[in-house]
């Protein structure tokens, strides 16, 4: 029949011990996956948020700034055309 000698109980555990350690390795990489799914999910909201904020925010005072630079220069254009009618 069948024989238990110390090397079939040692092949035994080792076949039970790789099996336990690839159930182990699998339900850890299905982990990883869904934890890499929400991070991917949190970075497309990340990318979402900038995007607004760069629409609402970054884009109306960049154009502020250079209607200012624009206003300015002609301040300046203004000041030393009427600066050099007083000299005279």
Same mark, same amino acid.
């Given at each position: 029949?069948?024989?238990l #000698?110390p090397?079939? $109980?040692l092949? $035994?555990? +080792? #076949? /039970? #011990?790789?099996? @336990?350690i690839? $159930?182990?390795l699998?339900m850890?990489?299905?982990? &990883? %996956?869904q934890? +890499?799914?929400?991070?991917?999910?949190v970075?497309?909201? !990340?990318n979402n =948020?900038? *995007?607004? /904020?760069? =629409?609402y /925010? !970054?884009?109306p %005072?960049k154009? !502020?700034?250079? &209607? #200012?630079?624009? &206003?300015?220069? !002609?301040?300046? @254009? $203004?000041?030393?055309h009427?600066?050099?009618? *007083? *000299?005279?």
């Amino acid at each position: 029949m069948f024989e238990l #000698s110390p090397l079939n $109980i040692l092949f $035994i555990i +080792l #076949s /039970i #011990s790789v099996f @336990l350690i690839t $159930i182990f390795l699998c339900m850890a990489l299905y982990h &990883v %996956i869904q934890i +890499l799914r929400e991070a991917e999910e949190v970075i497309d909201k !990340a990318n979402n =948020t900038v *995007d607004q /904020i760069n =629409t609402y /925010i !970054a884009k109306p %005072i960049k154009i !502020a700034m250079e &209607v #200012s630079e624009k &206003v300015r220069y !002609a301040i300046g @254009l $203004i000041q030393k055309h009427y600066g050099n009618d *007083d *000299d005279e």
